[in-house]
């Protein structure tokens, strides 16, 4: 069984992939932010830093086998995405090579784009291209939202179902997504981690459904026996209002994913049928078990 360094495995797919490794027998060494995250983290070596911070972890790559790379900011300055995502990145690659690592997979999403104006997006697309310019042998793979208990995205739609008078939608609601159940993704990561099929490889994934943000909400007012009344916020007011409320230290339900304004789909709905073998959850079965 391989020796793996993970990073973000106090994050939303971390704490579900972390367990899937160590029940597969894969010795497991994980990259914490804080203490407190680290406190969560069970049958596996923790080393509290961020990706910049490269002297407090180097040495748990050094000996390892394999790189799983999951930590990322999505939200902040485009200045602190920047840094975190492509900067941090390109440390934890050279670090990699000068370790030997024998493979370097990397979880990206299908929004990485060459264009500056989108800031996340942004830097997850120079992190990929670190990582292709690089002498490792890696698999990038890109996902649509992935959703399960506790994710920002759904569970952002669920509380203001829940708790607000109205129901916001941002922008037409037309913006359509192939929602991934996190389950799935722990079994592509595990298929790509076991198999030497993948090597240098970039691929895109998605749910087994294109649905927009106004059917997804639909579907959980429906799920929860909720009539409520949806309101359309033009998206750059939306936005701004998020921003000034996150600035004066009030909390929202609002991820990134909800101010999408492009489609954030796949090129198949079998893509992971056609490179995994199997038929991902339906967005109607993740909520139904969920709810």
């Known amino acids: 069984m391989a020796q793996i360094f993970l990073t973000g495995a106090t994050g939303f797919v971390g704490r579900h992939l972390l367990p899937a490794l160590v029940q597969a027998k894969h010795s497991v060494r994980c990259l914490a932010r804080t203490t407190a995250n680290a406190e969560s983290l069970q049958n596996c070596s923790v080393y509290i830093g961020d990706l910049l911070q490269p002297q ?15 930590a990322s900011a999505h939200r902040g300055t485009p200045e602190l995405l920047q840094r975190t995502n492509a900067e941090g990145t390109t440390r934890l690659i050279a670090i990699a090579e000068r370790a030997g690592i024998k493979k370097f997979l990397y979880l990206s999403t299908l929004t990485a784009s060459p264009k500056p104006r989108w800031p996340y997006a942004y830097s997850t697309w120079l992190a990929e291209q670190a990582i292709q310019q690089s002498f490792l042998d890696y698999t990038i793979l890109r996902c649509s939202v992935i959703i399960g208990r506790g994710d920002p995205f759904l569970d952002g739609i669920i509380k203001t179902a829940q708790h607000w008078p ?42 087994p459904q294109a649905l927009s943000y106004e059917e997804i909400v639909n579907s959980v007012l429906a799920v929860l026996h909720l009539r409520k009344r949806k309101i359309h916020l033009p998206r750059p007011l939306a936005r701004w209002l998020v921003r000034r409320l996150e600035r004066l230290g009030v909390r929202t339900p609002f991820a990134p994913g909800h101010f999408l304004s492009r489609d954030h789909c796949a090129e198949s709905l079998s893509a992971i049928e056609a490179h995994f073998g199997f038929i991902p959850t339906a967005f109607h079965d993740t909520l139904k078990n969920l709810y």
Not at 183 to 205: G, H, M, N, W
């Open 166 to 207: 109205v129901v916001p939608i941002i922008g037409s609601g037309q913006t359509r997504f192939q929602l991934l159940d996190v389950r799935d993704v722990v079994r592509c990561l595990l298929q790509i981690v076991q198999e030497k099929r993948f090597s240098r490889k970039v691929l895109s994934i998605g749910g």
């Open 56 to 70: 407090l972890w180097e040495s748990a790559v050094m000996g390892a086998d394999m790189v799983i790379h999951l």
